[in-house]
C-alpha cells in the first residue's frame, strides 16, 4: 500500500488540516500519516485559538515517520511558526523526501489569519523551493508573487512569476473569485487550465487542505502531476457535490462520498427505540 504523510494543524470541527488531509488520503486510497503542527479550537464559524508544538516535538514526530513507514509523498499544511518550518524543512532534507505538495495556508475559509507575516518570510526561504508543487489560492498567490490578481490574465502572470521564484509547479487556485472551479497549473514556462463544474454549496471549509492531499494521494499511487490534479479536481467535485450541511457557518465537505461497503451503508439508516429493552447505561 502507498503512503502519504501531512504536515499541518489539527481542526477541532474535522473539516480541514489534518483532519480533512487523513479523510482524503484514505478516500484516495493510500496510508495516511501525520505530524502535527499545532492545535486549533476551531468551528465552522471561526478559529478561536491556536496552539503550536515545540519545534523538538515536531522533529520527534517526522523522526519516527521517515526511520519506520517511509512515506510516498508528503503534504505540507498550516505551519504557522519559523523554527517549526526550519525543522520541517532540515527532517525533509535529511530524509530525502520527494513529491512534496505544499498548500501554503495563511488564511482560514472563514478569514481568520493563520501565520505570521515572520512565518511567511521563512516559508518562502526554505520550504517552498523544496516544493515540487505549489497549490495557492488566489489571495495566498498575491503574497507570494507580489501581483494583484483580478483576472484569469493576472493568475498566469502571478503563477508564473511564483514558479519562477521557486523552481517548481504551481497549481494556483481560481476559486469563487476569478473563474469558480477552473485552476492553472503552471510549470516551467507553460501552462495549462484545469475546468470544473461549479457546484453552488456554500459549505467550502477545507477544500484547500483537501485538494492539496488528494494531489499527494495520487502522486503517491505513481500517477504524473497532471492526471494527478485532474483526479484530485474530481474527488473534491465529488465531496462538494454531495451536500453535506453541518455547523452554523462554512460547513465541511463529505469527505467520504464515494465509500462503499457495510459499514458505510448503515450511516443513514434510521434505528427506531426497541421498547423491550431497558434503560441504556
Known amino acids: 500500500m502507498r503512503t502519504a504523510l501531512t504536515i499541518a494543524g489539527s481542526d477541532s470541527s474535522g473539516g480541514a488540516g489534518i483532519q480533512a488531509d487523513i479523510k482524503t488520503m484514505i478516500a484516495n486510497g493510500v496510508y495516511a500519516m501525520s505530524a502535527i503542527t499545532a492545535l486549533t479550537a476551531q468551528n465552522t464559524t471561526g478559529v478561536t485559538g491556536i496552539m503550536e508544538v515545540t519545534p523538538e516535538f515536531l522533529a520527534e ?84 508573487s507580489g ?42 514556462d507553460s501552462y495549462k487550465w484545469f475546468n470544473g463544474r461549479r457546484i453552488d454549496n456554500p459549505n467550502t471549509h477545507g477544500t484547500g487542505c483537501t485538494l492539496s492531499s488528494a494531489i499527494a494521494s495520487n502522486l ?34 463529505d469527505h467520504g462520498f464515494a465509500l462503499t461497503g457495510e459499514f458505510i451503508r448503515e450511516k443513514e439508516e434510521r434505528i427506531a427505540p426497541d421498547s423491550n429493552k431497558g434503560e441504556a447505561c
Do not use: W
Open 61 to 144: 514526530q517526522l523522526d519516527d515517520i521517515f526511520t519506520d513507514i517511509y512515506p510516498d509523498a508528503v503534504k505540507i499544511g498550516m505551519v504557522s511558526a519559523s523554527p517549526l518550518i526550519r525543522i520541517i524543512t532540515e527532517k525533509l532534507k535529511a530524509y530525502k523526501a520527494d513529491k512534496i505538495v505544499v498548500d501554503p495556508v495563511m488564511v482560514a475559509t472563514s478569514g481568520s489569519r493563520l501565520i505570521s507575516d515572520e512565518a511567511i518570510e521563512t516559508l518562502k526561504e526554505c520550504l517552498l523551493p523544496m516544493a515540487s508543487v505549489l497549490t495557492p489560492n488566489i489571495p495566498e498567490a498575491e503574497v507570494l
Open 220 to 253: 503517491a499511487k505513481g500517477f504524473d502531476l497532471d492526471t494527478s490534479v485532474e483526479r484530485a479536481k474530481a474527488y473534491i467535485s465529488g465531496a462538494l457535490g454531495a451536500m453535506l450541511d453541518l455547523g452554523r457557518g462554512s460547513g465541511p465537505m
Open 147 to 188: 501581483l494583484a490578481i483580478e483576472t484569469q490574465k493576472d493568475m498566469v502572470a502571478a503563477a508564473g512569476a511564483i514558479s519562477r521564484t521557486y523552481s517548481c509547479a504551481v497549481l494556483l487556485k481560481g476559486g469563487h473569485q476569478i473563474n469558480d472551479a477552473n485552476d492553472l497549473l503552471y510549470r516551467e
